[in-house]
């Protein structure tokens, strides 16, 4: 049997900016965790956010663009690397297969963060952070931030 224990935090942000120091604070605050799944509408600021996780590893957030065409980008920060995924254009199970989240989830030294983690289905791992957008007016994002165990 196997038991998961949530704890989940709420967060607003109020501009691409904020969006971004939040990400970097949760990188920070879980600095042991290896994988994020960010999931939310398109534009909801899944990108932003995964710059500033990235930017707690010690990674130029201006090096850090959406992986949607290239699917996976790979960044060395400061004793980790860092993936960071788009599954955005993934459609069948044998696509995100060929992908190769499973070997990077087992490597030393490595963060994982995944945009459109809705798609990963069953190979989502429990071990995770999972991070939701949801839009409000303008630029504001309520964030929902839920760390499993």
Request: charged share 30%; proline share 2%; hydrophobic share 30%.
């Amino acid at each position: 049997m196997t038991t998961t224990i949530s704890k989940t935090t709420v967060s607003e942000s109020h501009s691409p900016g904020e969006t971004q120091e939040l990400g970097k604070a949760l990188g920070k605050n879980y600095a042991g965790a290896r994988c994020f799944y960010l999931e939310g509408e398109l534009g909801a600021g899944k990108t932003l956010f995964a710059k500033g996780i990235a930017s707690a590893y010690g990674i130029d957030p201006d090096r850090v663009v959406s992986p949607t065409f290239a699917l996976v980008n790979r960044y060395s920060g400061e004793g980790q690397t860092v993936y960071h995924a788009d599954l955005y254009r993934i459609d069948k199970e044998r696509e995100l297969l060929e992908l190769g989240l499973d070997e990077i989830e087992e490597e030393e030294n490595t963060v994982l963060i995944v945009e459109w983690s809705e798609k990963l289905g069953r190979y989502r791992r429990q071990d995770s952070i999972s991070v939701r957008f949801e839009s409000l007016d303008g630029d504001s994002r309520k964030i929902v931030i839920t760390q499993s165990q």
